[in-house]
């Protein structure tokens, strides 16, 4: 049977500076990359929500956007951004917009 000789000398093995920095890169990668897709998301919903809130004073089916507006507003993921970023409730938004609705003459 081969015996397999382990060399623990300073020359051989990576010094200890160099393994900090390679756990230093692996720890920054690991935790910029979830930042920026939830970034990504937050951008994302906040642009989801308020074209679905302008859909509410300008469709045609204003009902059926209403709807879709509301239940995107109430969905798990988007209601904390709809509450950090001041969505409310399409009443509110109706009352805002009703001086720029178009007006028929």
Not at 27 to 44: E, T
Not at 57 to 71: L, N, T
């Given at each position: 049977m081969a015996a397999y000789k382990?060399?623990?000398s300073p020359a051989s093995s990576p010094g200890v500076k160099t393994i900090a920095v390679k756990i230093?890169?692996?720890?920054?990668?690991?935790?910029?990359?979830?930042?920026?897709?939830?970034?990504?998301?937050?951008?994302?919903?906040?642009n989801?929500?308020?074209s679905l809130r302008e859909r509410c004073?300008?469709?045609?089916?204003?009902?059926?956007?209403?709807?879709?507006?509301?239940?995107a507003r109430v969905a798990f993921p988007a209601s904390l951004v709809a509450r950090w970023f001041g969505f409310?409730?399409?009443?509110?938004?109706?009352?805002?917009?009703?001086?720029?609705?178009?007006r028929a003459s």
């Open positions: 382990i060399d623990f230093l890169i692996l720890a920054l990668i690991c935790s910029v990359i979830p930042i920026f897709f939830g970034f990504v998301f937050l951008h994302g919903t906040k989801r929500l308020t004073r300008v469709a045609p089916d204003r009902a059926r956007a209403i709807a879709e507006y509301e239940s409310g409730p399409v009443d509110s938004v109706a009352q805002n917009n009703s001086s720029n609705a178009p």
